[in-house]
């Protein structure tokens, strides 16, 4: 694919999401955008596909000072394990962002959902 229809992906998917008024982390706000990216089909998942150690990736703030695809990792296995959880989470960061906002969306700390949830998934 040519990367300026990559680009214009991106550029709408921006576009689609809140962004806490100007005060949602920007790490965050990339990793949204490379999920989109990554779900609308616009990324080689063979090129892309990288093999992360979620409990270590997933501390309070796990979206800080991440490539924006690990962060697109992480928002692809909560999406999995909360269904909606993207949908809420943009939805939450319409007005002004929190970093609680997070885990309302996930309706639990996302360090319970990687510790259990994945281990219980890799049995």
Not at 41 to 51: A, I, L, M
Not at 65 to 71: F, G, I, S
Request: glycine content about 6%.
């Amino acid at each position: 694919m040519p990367w300026y229809r990559r680009s214009n992906v991106a550029s709408m998917a921006r576009i689609w999401l809140y962004d806490g008024e100007s005060s949602a982390p920007p790490t965050l706000l990339d990793g949204l955008v490379e999920y989109i990216t990554v779900v609308a089909g616009f990324v080689n998942v063979k090129d892309y596909d990288k093999v992360y150690k979620l409990p270590e990736l997933c501390d309070q703030k796990w979206w800080e000072d991440k490539d924006p695809r690990v962060v697109a990792h992480l928002l692809g296995y909560f999406e999995e394990q909360q269904k909606g959880f993207i949908q809420r989470l943009n939805q939450a960061m319409k007005d002004r962002w929190e970093d609680q906002m997070v885990e309302d969306a996930l309706g639990m700390p996302a360090q319970h959902l990687c510790g259990q949830s994945y281990k219980s998934s890799k049995k």
